[in-house]
């Protein structure tokens, strides 16, 4: 029996594959600004100067400050949700001004828990009770960095925010004992009470100074921190 002689392998066609090529890299910078215009409208609060009701304040004294410039220029305070996927989007580019700018303007940190995040509180506990052993910074970093893996679940995720202390070297009983005071709890309830009272319905949200500020870019966001640290 003969073999039937092998078909023709159809030409292949460069000049498709070239247009193929170029269209994922133009999808690859569309998505990249997609996330960009995430981060930055998707949450995006109206401007607001008015005063807060029911003697809210915009930073505590017992707010968490982490740049302390020599000479302070402005405030950046930021209410934030470490559920929040907006707000872990953002993580980088606040540790980057915060490098940037930290020599004359103090960056502030305030807990927003949202109502829809299952562990947002939970997590903003672990976070509290970290810093009551100076390990603010560290357990925030943490919880960002991991939150693909805890974030949006329905069960508790208390047992895996204390895995990270004990990760971070943390005294457990303190951290224990941190968790379940009611002080703690309440530390959380009012940032996010004068959140609600100067306005906050989403995360991040960024005041310069005492201006809710509404954001569209990276590019306006340093503008407005470069004029602010003159």
Known sequence: MTQAPPRPRPAVDTAKK??????????AVVAAGVIWFAVFTATKPAPSTAAPAGGAQLVREDSHRITTPATEKAQLVEFL????????AAYPLVEELK?????????VQ????????RNSGTAALAVEAAAQQGKYEVMVAKLFATQPQWGEKSDSQASTFRSYAQEL??????????VADEKTQARIRKDASDGNALGVTGTPTFFL??????????????????????
């Open 18 to 27: 070239v247009r193929i090529i170029v269209w994922i890299l133009i999808a």
């Open 81 to 88: 949700d470490f559920e929040c996927e907006s707000c872990r």
């Open 99 to 107: 490098e940037e700018y930290g020599d004359r303007i103090t960056f």
């Open 110 to 117: 305030r807990y927003f828990p949202l109502a829809g995040h």
């Open 169 to 178: 070297g943390l005294d457990m009983a303190q951290y224990d004992a941190a």
């Open 209 to 230: 100074d005492v201006k809710k500020l509404t954001l569209d870019t990276e590019e306006q966001f340093r503008e407005l921190l470069d004029e602010a640290a003159k």
